[in-house]
């Protein structure tokens, strides 16, 4: 019974992630492009928690204390960035998804930035760890 209710589970979250896959592809309303945009930001911190988390592996104490520094600011950087970029549509219905989408951009290139620093090669002077 366990199995049979965790199989059906697992195939109603895949069928679930699915048809949000295909309702963002054909999303119309400001409301779905909103969600999707949610979505893609949830996805892109999600996999920058996942990277910072296993870089912080390979760090002293004391340069973890300072990444931790570092990933502060440069979150508040993101987060008013962002905000300028879409103040544009500041107080509209577009608003949310705009904020949402230039936080998922900015996020994923972060991802790109620390998974770097993680695989640094041995002499690289401008990598902290290897």
């Known amino acids: 019974m366990y199995i049979k209710v965790t199989i059906t589970g697992i195939s109603l979250l895949l069928a679930s ?10 999303a119309t309303t400001q409301l779905a492009l909103n969600q999707c945009a949610a979505k893609k930001f949830n996805e892109q911190d999600k996999a920058l928690n996942r990277t910072y988390g296993e870089y912080r592996k390979k760090l002293t104490e004391e340069q973890k204390k300072k990444l ?27 608003y949310p998804m705009a904020l949402a989408f230039c936080k998922a951009d900015k996020t994923a290139a972060r991802v790109k930035e620390l998974n770097v620093l993680n695989n640094c090669k041995e002499g690289d002077t401008n990598c902290p760890a290897f």
């Open 17 to 26: 992630s699915l048809a949000m896959a295909d309702e963002c592809a054909n």
């Open 68 to 94: 931790t520094e570092v990933q502060q600011i440069w979150i508040n950087f993101r987060d008013k960035t962002c905000a300028f970029e879409a103040s544009g549509v500041e107080g509209g219905s577009a």
